[in-house]
């Protein structure tokens, strides 16, 4: 029975479906719940895997990046002079190649700037270590190979590989990048 504002009465029979005395027992609240947190165990057990596996692969992007940088600097030297950086570590400034001349001539085509390239990425390399982005004792090394000779002996492609290695967790990773190079 309704009062004349629409409200039910204290005495008045529930509405049509719902029955006094009922709703869940105990017991499905209890099994609802034991369901429930299985589930959640079961994500909160693959969020430490998945953390890990993110920050690995950031690392890897960033050494990726590193790497790819520094083949993108040697595409800018003369052919001639690519044979250079083979050898270059990163840990050890003596392995950098020399600018070639130096100072540089400004516009000219024909300068190496091999020593600065090398030093601005082992920089690039210890910037990512000091704001803890990742490439931990990280470091850079370059190797460059003749591949093909013309008919008197003169190179005329060589391969440089760029290799990016960082310790993680006690485990050493290394990114490797290759690139061809054509004197033709």
Known sequence: MKSPCGLRHPDASPPRGLRPGKGFTIVEVLVAAAILL???LGIAA?????????????????????????????KNDPFSQLSLYHGVDTR??????????NPPIPGDAGNFMGGTNV?????????????????????????????????????ILRK???????????????????TLASAI
């Not at 596996?53 to 990046?65: D, E, M, R, V, W």
Request: charged share 10%; aromatic share 6%; hydrophobic share 45%.
């Open 119 to 155: 030093a601005k990425w082992a920089n690039d390399i210890t910037v990512y270590l000091a704001t803890g982005a990742g490439i931990t004792g990280g470091y850079g090394t370059i190797s460059v190979t003749t591949v093909a000779t013309d008919a008197t002996g003169n190179p």
């Open 38 to 40: 299985v589930a959640l």
């Open 160 to 178: 440089a590989s760029v290799t990016v290695n960082w310790i993680d967790g006690g485990r050493p990773y290394q990114v490797k990048l290759e």
């Open 46 to 74: 693959v969020m430490p895997t998945a953390d890990m596996n993110l920050h690995l692969a950031g690392q890897i992007s960033k050494a990726a990046s590193l790497a790819q940088e520094m083949i993108e600097m040697t």
């Open 92 to 101: 050890n400034p003596a392995t950098f190649p020399l600018d070639t001349p």
